[in-house]
Each structure stands twice: as structure tokens, then as C-alpha cells.
């Protein structure tokens, strides 16, 4: 149903800076996280993958960090520019052999010249 | 040449009408998503086919009718169209990313009104 009582958080960054994304998922059984960017009026993009037995990956200007622990994903973008803009959206996988992405509530990130 | 299509990519009709998006993809995937995005932009997971074969079926009411007549089409039919089906519908496809995993490549989405 509707995301009831549930706001859009916001990220608003300085261009050239750093910006960091975080996420909490729900489910610890999952073993496979998607971030994605979604610009106004077009469909979620992919951005950058890892699996449960990474804590870290690597891409172009981008990182993802995973913490199974306390289920917390982040995501780094290096050298903000205003391209970036845009909201971000982690996913979550269940177990091996489901097909379902869970998507988290998204964060606006805001670029500010 | 794009790889998930949706149409139409507006759509505005009265409250009880019958209406149709169609989606499309020529990646070559075997499973289809359809998500609703709401207001505030939740994305939520509605429908999956797999190779024509239902396989996610969420708490939707049944006024929503999925429709998979092969691997590369995912169509969603929503009978008697109500306020609260306003949105935007999201096509998305299942393929193998860059780390060998399964990513979900998205469709531009299609807005409907329900007035």
C-alpha cells in the first residue's frame, strides 16, 4: 500500500564533497544489495552491487560498504557534482533463490553549487 | 534500441475505467517485475513472471490482472481504476550484472491519474 507517515529524507551536499547514503535493510537471510539512482522522470538506474560476503566494493567514484551485523548499507560518492542529484535507493535480495528485491524508502541527495 | 519499454508513459482516466500498460524487453531476461511508485516515492513490488509463470504475487487487490504472453512481455491490466491507483508503474527486468549477480534493469515508468 501507501508508504503512510513515511517521508523522503534528504541529503543536501556542497559540489566537490563527498556524500554518504545509508540504508537499513530488513531482512538478514538476504545475500544480495543493489543501489540505484533514480533522476526525475525517468526509471531506477543501477549504480553499484555486493554480494553478503563482501563488506566493501568498489566503482567509479562510487562505494558500497555492507555491515551484516547491525544490516546497514552505505553508499560513497566521491567528489559530489551536480549530475548526482537525484534520489537513491537501496535494494535487498532474499535468500538464493528468490526472485524478490525488497526496495528501501530512498534519500534525495541534493547537489548545492 | 532501449531495453525495458513501457507504454503508455502517461495515462489519465475517470475513477471505474478499465485500463492497460504494456511493457517490453529485449535483453533476453527470463523474469519481469512490475512496481508501483507512490507519492512519496516508495517503490513497492507488485508482480513477477519468470518465463511466462507467475511467481510473485503481492497483496494486490484483484482488480489488477498480469499478463505474460511470452518471456519478453509484461502487460498489467487494472480493472475498475480507483483514486488510490494513482501512481507511477515501473516495468523492471531480471539480468546478470557486472559482478555476475542479478540486477533489475527498469523501464521509464508509466504515470496514471485516476480522476
Given at each position: 500500500?501507501?508508504?503512510?507517515?513515511?517521508?523522503?529524507?534528504?541529503?543536501?551536499?556542497?559540489?566537490?564533497?563527498?556524500?554518504?547514503?545509508?540504508?537499513?535493510?530488513?531482512?538478514?537471510?538476504?545475500?544480495?544489495?543493489?543501489?540505484?539512482?533514480?533522476?526525475?522522470?525517468?526509471?531506477?538506474?543501477?549504480?553499484?552491487?555486493?554480494?553478503?560476503?563482501?563488506?566493501?566494493?568498489?566503482?567509479?567514484?562510487?562505494?558500497?560498504?555492507?555491515?551484516?551485523?547491525?544490516?546497514?548499507?552505505?553508499?560513497?560518492?566521491?567528489?559530489?557534482?551536480?549530475?548526482?542529484?537525484?534520489?537513491?535507493?537501496?535494494?535487498?535480495?532474499?535468500?538464493?533463490?528468490?526472485?524478490?528485491?525488497?526496495?528501501?524508502?530512498?534519500?534525495?541527495?541534493?547537489?548545492?553549487? | 534500441?532501449?531495453?525495458?519499454?513501457?507504454?503508455?508513459?502517461?495515462?489519465?482516466?475517470?475513477?471505474?475505467?478499465?485500463?492497460?500498460?504494456?511493457?517490453?524487453?529485449?535483453?533476453?531476461?527470463?523474469?519481469?517485475?512490475?512496481?508501483?511508485?507512490?507519492?512519496?516515492?516508495?517503490?513497492?513490488?507488485?508482480?513477477?513472471?519468470?518465463?511466462?509463470?507467475?511467481?510473485?504475487?503481492?497483496?494486490?487487490?484483484?482488480?489488477?490482472?498480469?499478463?505474460?504472453?511470452?518471456?519478453?512481455?509484461?502487460n498489467l491490466h487494472i480493472n475498475?481504476?480507483?483514486?488510490?491507483?494513482?501512481?507511477?508503474?515501473?516495468?523492471?527486468?531480471?539480468?546478470?550484472?557486472?559482478?555476475?549477480?542479478?540486477?533489475?534493469?527498469?523501464?521509464?515508468?508509466?504515470?496514471?491519474?485516476?480522476?
Open positions: 500500500g501507501e508508504s503512510v507517515g513515511l517521508h523522503l529524507p534528504t541529503l543536501s551536499v556542497q559540489e566537490g564533497d563527498n556524500s554518504i547514503i545509508n540504508c537499513a535493510y530488513s531482512n538478514s537471510a538476504s545475500d544480495y544489495f543493489i543501489w540505484y539512482k533514480q533522476e526525475s522522470g525517468k526509471g531506477p538506474q543501477f549504480i553499484i552491487d555486493i554480494r553478503s560476503n563482501m563488506d566493501k566494493r568498489q566503482g567509479q567514484r562510487v562505494t558500497v560498504l555492507l555491515n551484516k551485523t547491525v544490516k546497514h548499507l552505505s553508499l560513497q560518492i566521491a567528489a559530489t557534482q551536480p549530475g548526482d542529484s537525484a534520489v537513491y535507493f537501496c535494494a535487498e535480495k532474499g535468500t538464493s533463490g528468490t526472485y524478490k528485491y525488497i526496495f528501501g524508502t530512498g534519500t534525495r541527495l541534493k547537489v548545492l553549487a | 534500441d532501449t531495453a525495458v519499454s513501457q507504454t503508455p508513459k502517461y495515462l489519465v482516466t475517470q475513477m471505474g475505467n478499465d485500463k492497460s500498460i504494456k511493457c517490453e524487453q529485449n535483453l533476453g531476461h527470463d523474469t519481469m517485475y512490475w512496481y508501483k511508485q507512490d507519492s512519496k516515492k516508495f517503490l513497492k513490488i507488485m508482480f513477477s513472471y519468470n518465463n511466462k509463470e507467475l511467481i510473485i504475487n503481492e497483496t494486490v487487490p484483484n482488480r489488477f490482472s498480469p499478463k505474460s504472453p511470452d518471456k519478453a512481455h509484461l475498475s481504476l480507483e483514486l488510490g491507483d494513482s501512481a507511477v508503474y515501473f516495468c523492471a527486468s531480471r539480468g546478470t550484472g557486472a559482478s555476475g549477480a542479478n540486477v533489475l534493469t527498469f523501464g521509464a515508468g508509466s504515470r496514471l491519474t485516476v480522476l
